[in-house]
C-alpha cells in the first residue's frame, strides 16, 4: 500500500539550477498538494489541484510551477533555485467526498538545499 | 483570506502533565478541522472533526470543535516523551476545498 510516494529524498542544488520534485499517489485522490516547511515552521501551501488538469496557486507560487496530466502525479518544478527555496517539501492527497471531507496523507518528504 | 491561528507557538511540560492545544480558523466553506502530530517527517493523521460538541478520543489524546467560536482543542493527558512534536491544525476548506494549515504547536514534554 504505497499511498504517497516523493522523490527524491534529499538534493543540493546550486544556485540558478533546475529541479524536478515528484510526487504520486495511488489512492486515486482527486485533490493534491504542494507544501513546504521552513525550520520551525508549519506548513505552506504552494500549489494544489483539484483534478486532473486543474491546478492553482497557494500561498507561495512563486518560483514554482506545477502541471497535472494525471490523477496520479502532481510534479513540481523549481526552474531558477534560489537559497531562499531551501525547505522541505511535502506532497498530499486527499479526495473530498461529497458533502463530507476526508484527512490528507502525506508523502515522506524531499530535503531540498540550494547552495 | 482564509486563515488557521494555532496558540501557544510552543510548549515545554513535564511528564504527567495534561496540555491543552488550541487552534482558531477562519475559513470560508467550512468542511472540517483537522489536527496532525509532527514528529521527524511527514505529518500523521489524529483527528477529524466536523461537528460542534462531539469529543474525538484516542487514548490519552482527545479533541472537539466548537463551530460558533470557530475553534479546537486537543488535549493531551499524562503527557510522555514519545508526545514530543510539532502539532499542527488545519482547516478543510476555502473557495477550491484547499487544507489551510497553522503554523502548529511546537511540544516539548520534559522527563
Known amino acids: 500500500n504505497a499511498g504517497v510516494t516523493q522523490t527524491p529524498k534529499f538534493r543540493i542544488l546550486k544556485i540558478g539550477q533546475s529541479m524536478t520534485l515528484q510526487c504520486a499517489q495511488d489512492?486515486?485522490?482527486?485533490?493534491m498538494y504542494w507544501y513546504r516547511q521552513d525550520p520551525g515552521m508549519g506548513l505552506k501551501l504552494i500549489y494544489y489541484?483539484?483534478?486532473?488538469?486543474?491546478?492553482d496557486k497557494g500561498e507561495v507560487p512563486n518560483g514554482y510551477n506545477v502541471s497535472r496530466s494525471t490523477t496520479e502525479d502532481f510534479p513540481l518544478r523549481l526552474e531558477l533555485a534560489a537559497p531562499s527555496q531551501t525547505s522541505v517539501y511535502f506532497c498530499?492527497?486527499?479526495?473530498?467526498?461529497?458533502?463530507?471531507?476526508?484527512?490528507?496523507?502525506f508523502g515522506q518528504g524531499t530535503r531540498l538545499t540550494v547552495v | 483570506e482564509d486563515k488557521v491561528v494555532q496558540s501557544p507557538l510552543s510548549l515545554v511540560v513535564h511528564e504527567g502533565d495534561t496540555v491543552t492545544l488550541n487552534c482558531s480558523y477562519e475559513?470560508?466553506?467550512?468542511?472540517?478541522l483537522l489536527w496532525y502530530k509532527q514528529e521527524k517527517k511527514a505529518p500523521t493523521f489524529l483527528f477529524m472533526l466536523?461537528?460542534?460538541?462531539i469529543e474525538k478520543k484516542s487514548g490519552r489524546l482527545s479533541s472537539i470543535l466548537d463551530k460558533k467560536e470557530l475553534s479546537s482543542i486537543l488535549n493531551i493527558t499524562a503527557t510522555q516523551t514519545g508526545d514530543s512534536a510539532i502539532y499542527l491544525c488545519?482547516?478543510?476548506?476555502?473557495?477550491?476545498?484547499?487544507?489551510?494549515f497553522g503554523k502548529g504547536t511546537k511540544l516539548s514534554v520534559k522527563p
Open positions: 488545519a482547516a478543510h476548506g476555502g473557495s477550491q476545498g484547499n487544507l489551510i
Open positions: 489541484s483539484v483534478g486532473a488538469g486543474i491546478t
Open positions: 498530499a492527497s486527499s479526495y473530498p467526498r461529497t458533502g463530507g471531507s476526508t484527512e490528507a496523507f
Open positions: 475559513v470560508t466553506n467550512f468542511r472540517s
Open positions: 489512492m486515486n485522490h482527486n485533490y
Open positions: 466536523t461537528s460542534s460538541g
